[in-house]
């Protein structure tokens, strides 16, 4: 099949989308398929590459950046400094990298390459040009829906009488969005309850949950190369609390922060090892400050490549207090290299960790509570044993094998009914 995989955000970016889109390019080319991803350009300019890893052909669109958003790639920069007050940033010199009018690349670059088959990723204006395409060319179109409102309105301070609206906004508009393909697809069971009408009679399009997978031959359990503790300064031979991902407001990181200054009081030698880069650091580090724990808790910020399997088996125990996972990428990996995980009750996140079996549930928004579960699991060894062997049961469901071969029989459904239209 020719496929085009359409998305806002891709690689060099790292998130949920950006991951899942670039491992199902990768795994659909390795399966023989001719794959396309529209993205992005990061440097502004239009430009056809080959991803340096698994060779899928990347088009990337011409782009503006807006400045009110980091564009996730570089280091997001300190506070400014004015007369020895820090002033929060507004604007971002790297900011995110958007396509606003790509029909026109577009059309000329998929006229070339004849799809079969387009998979749209995100709701953003690639998107939108994607739509107008399909319907002049009669293309078939699969969309997946990776984000609950949250991911985008918890990033701006809003009160509650004014988000509420909006996201109720958002959510009709993500609905939408499914609806205009032919095959929806959503991570998880949980996700597609909560964003679809439960009565289906103005939502028509068959919807499934699959999950996005991951390589499950690339993150497993084991010791980290001795040189890793090394190059990231990671204190070895001392309990490790874990988290990776972006280090942005809705991820409620300053629950695991705030936790952790219990953890510390428990057990003194803990470290807490944050991985990640985003807007919310300024605040965690002065929240670690605070509280007397700076020394303890690490912010090593963006780390890709071979190195990430290996920093994921430097933990002990994997923590993650954001509510607004569809399913959690990072999750899975920490999962697969059999760390045990303390997680909140919300979104998608219930579908992986499971209370006593491979870690703990807690209430969102409390950081006693999430602190008392991670102690639980620092100090009982025999514990912590079961809890691992339990994560890596559950995610031997969630390999990236079995989301491509649903991926192929989806294309494959949606061609057939196309044709016989």
Same mark, same amino acid.
């Given at each position: 099949?020719?496929?085009?995989?359409?998305?806002?955000?891709?690689?060099?970016?790292?998130?949920?989308?950006?991951?899942?889109?670039?491992?199902?390019?990768?795994?659909?080319?390795?399966?023989?398929?001719?794959?396309?991803?529209?993205?992005?350009?990061?440097?502004?300019?239009?430009?056809?590459?080959?991803?340096?890893?698994?060779?899928?052909?990347?088009?990337?669109?011409?782009?503006?950046?807006?400045?009110?958003?980091?564009?996730?790639?570089?280091?997001?920069?300190?506070?400014?400094?004015?007369?020895?007050?820090?002033?929060?940033?507004?604007?971002?010199?790297?900011?995110?990298?958007? !396509?606003?009018?790509?029909?026109? %690349?577009?059309?000329?670059?998929?006229?070339?390459?004849?799809?079969?088959?387009?998979?749209?990723?995100?709701?953003?204006?690639?998107?939108?040009?994607?739509?107008?395409?399909?319907?002049?060319?009669?293309?078939?179109?699969?969309?997946?829906?990776?984000?609950?409102?949250?991911?985008?309105?918890?990033?701006?301070?809003?009160?509650? *009488?004014?988000?509420?609206?909006?996201?109720?906004?958002?959510?009709?508009?993500?609905?939408?969005?499914?609806?205009?393909? %032919?095959?929806?697809?959503?991570?998880?069971?949980?996700?597609?309850?909560?964003?679809?009408?439960?009565?289906?009679?103005?939502?028509?399009?068959?919807? %499934?949950?699959?999950?996005?997978?991951?390589?499950?031959?690339?993150?497993?359990?084991?010791?980290?190369?001795?040189?890793?503790?090394?190059?990231?300064?990671?204190?070895?031979?001392?309990?490790?609390?874990?988290?990776?991902?972006?280090?942005?407001?809705?991820? !409620?990181?300053?629950?695991?922060?705030?936790?952790?200054?219990?953890?510390?009081?428990?057990?003194?030698?803990?470290?807490?090892?944050?991985?990640?880069?985003?807007?919310?650091?300024?605040?965690?580090?002065?929240?670690?400050?605070?509280?007397?724990?700076?020394?303890?808790?690490?912010?090593?910020?963006?780390?890709?490549?071979?190195?990430?399997?290996?920093?994921?088996?430097?933990?002990?125990?994997?923590?993650?207090?954001?509510?607004?996972?569809?399913?959690?990428?990072?999750? *899975?990996?920490?999962?697969?290299?059999?760390?045990?995980?303390?997680?909140?009750?919300?979104?998608?996140?219930?579908?992986?960790?499971?209370?006593?079996?491979?870690?703990?549930?807690?209430?969102?928004?409390?950081?006693?509570?999430?602190?008392?579960?991670?102690?639980?699991?620092?100090?009982?060894?025999?514990?912590? %044993?079961?809890?691992?062997?339990?994560?890596?049961?559950?995610?031997?469901?969630?390999?990236?094998?079995?989301?491509?071969?649903?991926?192929?029989?989806?294309?494959?459904?949606?061609?057939?009914?196309?044709?016989?239209?």
């Amino acid at each position: 099949m020719k496929i085009v995989i359409s998305t806002d955000v891709f690689y060099p970016m790292i998130n949920g989308v950006a991951v899942f889109s670039r491992n199902l390019a990768a795994g659909l080319k390795k399966r023989g398929h001719k794959v396309l991803v529209l993205a992005p350009s990061t440097n502004g300019e239009f430009g056809v590459e080959k991803d340096e890893e698994n060779g899928a052909t990347v088009v990337r669109l011409s782009s503006t950046k807006m400045h009110l958003y980091p564009d996730q790639i570089n280091k997001v920069p300190e506070k400014k400094d004015v007369l020895g007050v820090k002033i929060p940033r507004l604007v971002y010199r790297n900011g995110l990298n958007v !396509s606003y009018a790509p029909y026109s %690349e577009i059309k000329k670059v998929l006229d070339e390459f004849q799809p079969d088959i387009i998979h749209n990723q995100t709701p953003g204006p690639i998107a939108l040009a994607v739509f107008r395409y399909v319907k002049k060319r009669n293309i078939p179109l699969v969309a997946t829906d990776h984000a609950y409102p949250d991911n985008l309105t918890q990033q701006v301070k809003l009160p509650d *009488l004014v988000k509420s609206p909006i996201n109720k906004a958002m959510n009709a508009y993500f609905i939408s969005f499914l609806k205009r393909s %032919e095959y929806a697809t959503m991570p998880t069971e949980q996700a597609v309850a909560d964003l679809i009408p439960k009565n289906r009679k103005h939502f028509k399009v068959p919807v %499934e949950a699959i999950s996005n997978g991951i390589d499950l031959s690339r993150f497993a359990k084991g010791r980290a190369n001795k040189d890793i503790y090394e190059r990231y300064d990671i204190p070895k031979g001392k309990p490790i609390v874990l988290y990776v991902g972006r280090v942005d407001p809705e991820k !409620s990181l300053d629950i695991l922060v705030n936790a952790f200054t219990e953890v510390h009081n428990n057990i003194p030698e803990a470290q807490l090892v944050i991985v990640g880069d985003g807007t919310a650091r300024p605040t965690l580090e002065k929240i670690a400050e605070e509280s007397g724990t700076t020394e303890n808790v690490h912010f090593l910020g963006r780390i890709v490549g071979d190195d990430l399997p290996q920093i994921y088996r430097t933990g002990t125990v994997f923590a993650i207090t954001s509510k607004t996972e569809t399913q959690s990428i990072v999750l *899975l990996e920490a999962m697969a290299t059999g760390l045990p995980c303390v997680a909140v009750r919300a979104g998608a996140i219930p579908e992986l960790v499971k209370t006593s079996r491979n870690g703990y549930l807690c209430e969102p928004d409390d950081p006693d509570i999430v602190a008392k579960c991670i102690v639980n699991i620092l100090a009982k060894d025999e514990r912590r %044993e079961r809890m691992s062997a339990e994560s890596l049961k559950i995610v031997r469901k969630h390999d990236i094998s079995h989301t491509l071969t649903r991926m192929e029989e989806i294309y494959n459904k949606v061609l057939d009914e196309h044709e016989e239209e």
